[in-house]
């Protein structure tokens, strides 16, 4: 991806996959940019198995209890993982 968030190279099964892939990559790299966090950051590596998602007419409440349930299960790990690093 180039400063600007234009992709240089993808794996994905279709371009509108890569889209919001790329969108979700600039995304995390300009807000590590804005915050000044890993200034020597050269590359991000981002491996997209699933996305949570749901249909228009779903509660927005739902999704946010959902959202926050998963990432009150995966913080502590994803925290030790960012440690190593």
């Not at 590359?43 to 946010?64: F, M, P």
């Amino acid at each position: 991806m180039t400063s600007e968030g234009s992709l240089i190279a993808f794996a994905a099964d279709t371009d509108k996959e890569a889209t919001i892939y790329a969108a979700i990559s600039a995304n995390i790299w300009n807000t590590y940019k804005k915050k000044n966090v890993y200034t020597e950051l050269k590359y991000q590596i981002l491996h997209c198995e699933e996305v949570g998602n749901s249909k228009a007419i779903n509660d927005l409440g739902i999704l946010k209890a959902k959202g926050e349930a998963i990432k009150s299960h995966l913080e502590e790990p994803l925290l030790q993982f960012a440690a190593l690093g």
